[in-house]
């Protein structure tokens, strides 16, 4: 019993991690990291917008990836056509 105990501990902190790592990864560099250069360099907002914890980044990072899926979308549409 008590290895099965250590094993499941095991495997739900390597869960914990895993998760915690790709979270991080997908939230903080794919979605704010865009979204932060976009309103740093393309609107040029004042320094309460340029908060990278702020909500105009976290908006337009996701504008930008649903920006890059339709584009990507017509491209393959015009390309089968």
Do not use: C, S
């Not at 903080?28 to 740093?40: A, Q, R, S, T």
Request: proline share 4%; hydrophobic share 55%.
């Amino acid at each position: 019993m008590p290895v099965e105990e250590l094993a499941a501990g095991l495997f739900h902190l390597l869960g914990r991690f895993l998760g915690y790592f790709l979270l991080e990864i997908v939230f903080e560099i794919l979605i704010k990291g865009p979204g932060y250069l976009i309103v740093k360099y393309l609107l040029g907002g004042n320094k309460d917008e340029r908060d990278p914890d702020g909500i105009l980044v976290l908006f337009m990072g996701i504008a930008f990836w649903l920006a890059i899926v339709l584009l990507g979308y017509l491209v393959y549409t015009y390309i089968i056509q």
